[in-house]
């Protein structure tokens, strides 16, 4: 018990507890030798103890208790939320000698969801330039809509963030959402994947299989990278958008369902179509609504807000805190055009949270090599690994041996000059 990372309480009978592991010791900050034999209510006083204690849930109805959220008291820490499980405690005779109760901090997932639900986080997609703006506005306006909608946009823009949403706001929200990435899956099984097969359809078809569109009945289906959807796949695809019907593989018998279609691409669509690769008239059943994602380098102004929202996720992601960003990293940033867009940018922000001291700053020095490789970092790590022996001796010339003021030009500690002019034999 004491080698898991979720907290284990048990009680006797009488709601004593009789053992506590070592993660409940630590996420309660209470002692173990301060906690046995003494009542749980005394010390955790969950907004259940009063009225509605699990254990004695449990032992009434000798059902579990999975997933339920309270808070608890915590020592030194005040309250925090936490998930618990309950189940009743039996001896070797299946006798109920008392509970067992089990629980994690979702303080971080809570603290996550806050920042997910901000203003200016869209259902996951964050943005405030007039751009953005407008699209949140446009899958508002469509939400009662059941009417194909086709997402372009170049890769790592959020395509199925943004689909995501229009599904989390439309009137099929509680219903079926099924994702079907058209590049994954091999040409030869796609039509059998979409719409079904009977058996003996093809040489490994033992028994009949249902598709992905007669599993969606009801709901909604995206499909990701439309235009690496085989040509000869597209007609079936066109059918079903205008009647709404499909035959499986290796039969004739005429189905339907009711499912809305989504789809999404990064290439150009008049650019496949002139190719023949794909069907112009798909295209246009697919281009009911069309919502054109903007690449990350026409929407800067959004660029500081995204940077605070990652930052804040991967602080929660790796336990840390980051005090900021350093104005040199926030211009280095500013410039950088991002080919990757903001999944680029994601993993830029996740690659410096992790490099980043906990209560530390984000700088330069801690941006991927790519963005810093002509940048000359004033950062704290810069005076250990990046910054020569003579660049430190003019630095010291410029301010007249000034110890204190290249400390805090160079952003450091005196010390640490102290320690690298000694490795030279110039402390003196």
Known sequence: MDSIAEAVITVDKDFKVTFINDAAERITGFKKSEILGQYCRHFFDSNFCEYNCPIVNVLKSEKNVYDRETEINCNGKGKIPIKLNAAILKDGLNQPVGGVISFRDISA????????????????????????????????????????????????????????????????????????????????????????????????????????????????????????????????????????????????????????????????????????SFREDLYYRLDVINIELPPLRERKDDLPLLINFFIKKYENIYNKKIKDIDAASLEILMEYSFPGNTRELENIIEYSVIRTKNEGTICACLLPNKLRSKIKCKGKSEITEDLHNNELIELLNKYQWNRNKVASVLGIDRTTIWRRLKSMGLEK
């Not at 446009?138 to 790592?156: H, M, V």
């Open 109 to 276: 997932l809570k603290e996550l969801s806050g920042i997910l639900k901000s203003e200016t986080n869209y259902h996951g997609y964050v943005g405030k330039s007039k751009k953005i703006l407008n699209i949140f506005k446009l899958i508002d306006e469509i939400s009662d809509t059941d009417a194909p909608i086709i997402i372009t946009g170049e890769t790592g823009t959020g395509k199925e963030i943004i689909a995501n949403a229009v599904q989390t706001v439309s009137k099929r929200k509680s219903k079926k959402y099924i994702k079907v990435n058209c590049s994954v899956i091999p040409p030869n099984l796609i039509i059998s994947e979409l719409f079904g097969h009977v058996k003996g359809a093809f040489t490994d078809a033992k028994y009949d299989r249902i598709g992905r569109f007669e599993f969606a009945d009801g709901g909604t289906i995206f499909l990701d990278e439309i235009c690496d959807l085989p040509i000869e796949a597209q007609p079936k695809l066109l059918r079903f958008l205008q009647e709404g019907t499909f035959e499986r593989l290796g039969e004739s018998t005429t189905r339907n369902a009711d499912v809305r279609v989504i789809a999404a691409t990064n290439k150009n669509i008049e650019s496949e179509i002139k190719k023949g």
